[in-house]
């Protein structure tokens, strides 16, 4: 009995899989009606011209192109003090984001340790009609949060470009 229900699920897959890779290349038809609209369908109909497209080829499929004679080539020698020298400008600009990085920390720490303040003056009047004037400081919210929300987008910023620089590196050859 279990081989029964294996090979009839087994039947039912290779049907399916059949009718799936018939469906990959099923015929394509074009049609376009009166207002100018174009229906791309699998089912034949009044008016529309069947396309015959060709099916796609796998990667390993594609016919391998070989470099022409007359295109310059590199010796390894050149090559490699060309490698030589991105590392070093990969190298250059790592120790500059870093620093770049530490740099907007600090500046991200002075930032939330100072919020923003300002004085306000305001004149107050007494019972007795006697005026004074009184000065308050106020702290401004919103353009505290404004600030540091700048402050961390830099430092996410430096941060996404360490990141992407040692990766860079990484697929760089080492030649030391």
Do not use: C, W
């Not at 740099?103 to 009047?125: D, H």
């Not at 005026?131 to 402050?151: F, G, M, P, W």
């Not at 941060?159 to 697929?171: D, M, T």
């Amino acid at each position: 009995m279990k081989k029964t229900k294996i090979s009839f699920f087994a039947a039912i897959f290779v049907v399916m899989a059949a009718t799936l890779v018939a469906n990959a290349y099923a015929e394509i038809y074009k049609h376009v009606d009166p207002d100018g609209r174009i229906t791309y369908s699998n089912a034949p109909m009044k008016g529309a011209k069947r396309l015959y497209l060709d099916p796609p080829l796998s990667p390993s499929a594609k016919a391998r192109v070989a470099t022409p004679d007359n295109f310059p080539k590199v010796d390894s020698r050149a090559q490699k003090e060309r490698d030589l020298g991105r590392r070093k400008i990969l190298e250059d600009e790592l120790a500059a984001e870093e620093k770049l990085l530490a740099e907007a920390g600090q500046a991200l720490k002075e930032g939330e340790e100072n919020p923003e303040v300002s004085k306000v003056s305001r004149t107050i009047t007494d019972k007795d009609g006697k005026s004074s004037v009184v000065t308050e400081t106020r702290r401004n919210v919103a353009k505290y949060e404004e600030k540091i929300k700048k402050l961390k987008e830099q430092v996410a910023l430096h941060e996404k470009n360490i990141v992407a620089l040692k990766k860079e590196l990484a697929s760089v050859v080492s030649l030391k």
